[in-house]
């Protein structure tokens, strides 16, 4: 067996990277509303095309409308990407169908299909709601990176959901220079409109469905406490909070021979929702993980770095098995040994 196998070894049998870009995972994602907004994502976006908007109706745009028919069965084409990039985006998707009356029919035709979904590296983003005839031939939505929170976000965009942070009912204190700041520079690099339509701007109480603000709810973004005046920060969850089975129940409700999951009930049904979310942390990961397989196949040949790396990574799988480190830190871990190694 190989020194580099051998580091490995020491934590998983990786499985081949999901997106040959994850590990570069940077940025938010770019809700696109309208057409108006599409046309302007569609300047900086080499992949999608601009519309002739003259023949749209100018009241096309109604937040409210925007759900699909319930029970619905929406065809996804793929743009691209390989198998087992499809595979993962299948499995965390259909999460959606223990909340919402709705069906999935993968891989069809793109001219029979209701959304289309990429893997280039244009960053993570998705149209809201049902798409407009005019875009019928275009990409709908897009994962440069792969883990299991930003599929269940996109796909929530797709059935309706606009950012949890644009809440009306959101009561955040935007630290508005520090935002414009860091979204306006790498990895994003955000125009000002783009930083107001997926960040600042509240939609307003008339013009959504809408719940009390939720701290955890996916659909929001992971923020710094330094975007704000009071130093609160995102949190979001990879799990359905309560307001999103009740989002659900209302626009995609099950008859009456099926049954919706419910907000949870006790402690117990709280526990199993973490048990999940962790069980889904790890397969991020173990994914990210192969991400970084190949770099350290790549590694010098110089012997005596080599052993310094196995006598750390040794130490650490101690530490590990201990119960003294997550599994996240054995990413930051390799990660760093890799810039050791001149990587």
Known sequence: MSIIRSIIDFFFDCEPALNPIAK?????CTQISNIDEWNDFARTNQFIDRVDTSRIPSNYVSIKNRYWET?????VAWVGGNST????????AERWKQVANIDFQWGVNILYSDIRVGFNNSGAWSFVGRIPESLNTQQTMNFAWLDSITVLH???????????????????????????????????NWSLATIRNNILNRLT???????P??????MGY??????TTDGSSGNPQDRFTHDLVLFGNRHYPFD???????????DCDELELEIEEIKRELEDTKFELGNVKDDLAKAKSDSAKKQAVLSKLSTFKIQYSQGGAKLTDAVKFIDNICKELGL
């Open 85 to 92: 990039q499809h595979a993962f985006v299948i499995k965390n």
């Open 24 to 28: 570069n995972k940077g940025g938010r």
């Open 205 to 211: 109480a008339s013009q959504t469905d809408n719940s």
């Open 222 to 227: 992971p923020y710094p406490a330094s975007w």
């Open 256 to 266: 009456d021979t099926e049954e919706p999951v419910d907000p949870p009930a006790n």
């Open 154 to 188: 996109e796909f929530g965009h797709m059935l309706g959901l606009f950012h949890e942070h644009q809440n009306p009912n959101n009561p955040i204190a935007w630290n508005t220079a520090n935002v414009i700041a860091d979204a306006s520079g790498p990895p994003n």
């Open 213 to 218: 603000y939720n701290n955890n709810n996916p």
């Open 71 to 75: 029970g619905k069965t929406i065809k």
